[in-house]
């Protein structure tokens, strides 16, 4: 059994010196912060979004590319909009001695609270060439009127 000299020279890190060094408690990240976990080769990331407002409506553009119109399951329940979807891939590649199969699962959900103005039965959504787009319509919200004193007479 080797033992190893800390950065320093020594046997065992002092707690000034080689304990609170930057590599001293270095592993490997099971977080990718560019959207998801990582391991073993699997990524679970989450699709960018776009949201942006119109006087007529809201408008959430997510890009998804390589994934189908069925591969997407929208909801709105109590007032959230949720986008989510699961695609599972399997490929099987057989040849003279050998089988190859491989396995891949995505999936990804966001949700959204809806504002108050936004009319949930009437939202669209359409997906083309890798986005998806939902269209959410505004109403119009009732302008409080001033407040008005009443004399007691």
């Not at 199969?101 to 990804?108: D, I, L, M, T, V």
């Not at 959204?112 to 009319?119: G, K, Q, V």
């Given at each position: 059994m080797a033992l190893s000299l800390t950065k320093t020279g020594r046997l065992l890190p002092t707690l000034s010196t080689d304990l609170f060094s930057d590599?001293?408690?270095t592993f490997p990240s099971l977080i990718n912060w560019d959207g998801g976990l990582t391991g073993n080769g699997l990524t679970k990331?989450?699709?960018s979004v776009n949201i942006v407002e119109t006087s007529n409506n809201f408008q959430i553009e997510m890009a998804a590319p390589g994934m189908e119109k069925k591969d997407f399951k929208v909801e709105v329940?109590?007032?959230?909009?949720?986008?989510?979807?699961?695609k599972e891939n399997e490929k099987e590649e057989k040849g003279k001695n050998y089988t190859r199969?491989?396995?891949?699962?995505?999936?990804?959900s966001r949700s959204?609270?809806?504002?108050?103005?936004?009319?949930p039965e009437k939202i669209s959504a359409a997906y083309d060439n890798g986005l998806l787009t939902l269209t959410l319509p505004k109403q119009e919200v009732s302008i409080s009127k001033p407040k008005k004193e009443i004399k007691v007479s």
């Open positions: 590599d001293f408690f990331g989450v699709p329940d109590n007032g959230v909009l949720t986008i989510s979807s699961e199969k491989e396995f891949s699962y995505n999936a990804f959204f609270s809806l504002p108050e103005n936004c009319l």
